[in-house]
């Protein structure tokens, strides 16, 4: 069911620092920060041959990255998301089977402006999973 | 410099019961669990289009894992791995910008029989990076 591994993303406190990591040491291509307010964090995409990773910073009261951060200070991977066909059989299945879906699961539009859920971290070894119909 | 993203790796305190929520509900193909005594680790591949994600469960004493389990005792996204070209370029480019590769600084033959280095992660936003020489 699940496909590609669209991307990973890491929660990080200093966006511009972050980015130059990647960009200097690291030697990646990555985009200019990008404000998505209505999910709450500052994007800088991190683009690899076969993937990407979102570096993501809060932006805002409430965002959902915060409490994160109070946990990991430093910052750390947050959620790793996988592409599926059909996000609505994609949960129907996930349910069936037991798997929690965060947010009263009906699928919201996510930052890629696509249909996306998450998953219940303890049901998925402490991991975060997002998935997003493409 | 990075390259693809070679795998992320989901440190999981019950190697079986995560590779059945991978193979059942997630419905992704999976590997055999495959004992890595060198590295302290038992793994289970899950094979994606774009990449693969590597399920660790702590094999023997002293397993790397162990520490990271004990911490988060559900599990958790462990360690990405990059590719590069050159372990060692890569490696002398990364500690004259100032980042820290552990262990002493030379690589190791990684779980997939080839170079590997890991940096520490309060370099880069507490997330440990494997780079693995392809």
New interface residues.
């Given amino acids: ?5 669209n991307h ?1 993303a ?4 200093d966006l511009e620092a ?1 980015a130059r ?1 990647y960009a ?5 291509e990555i985009s200019a920060p990008q404000a998505l307010p209505e999910h709450g964090v500052t994007v800088v995409f991190v683009t ?4 990407k ?1 979102e ?1 993501m910073q809060p932006l805002g009261e409430g965002s959902p990255v915060s409490a994160f951060l109070e946990k ?1 200070p ?4 947050h959620h ?1 998301c ?1 592409e599926v066909e059909d996000i609505i059989a994609a949960r129907d ?2 349910v069936a ?3 929690r879906v965060l947010g009263g699961g009906e699928p919201k539009t996510g930052a890629h402006g696509k249909p996306v859920l998450f998953l219940h ?7 975060l ?1 997002e998935l997003e119909q493409v």
């Fill in positions: 069911m699940i496909g590609r591994l990973i890491i929660a990080v406190p972050a990591r200097g040491p690291l030697g990646a690899l041959p076969n993937t990773v570096l990991n430093s910052g750390g991977m790793a996988y299945r996930l089977e037991g798997a971290p303890k049901d998925f070894d402490g991991c999973i």
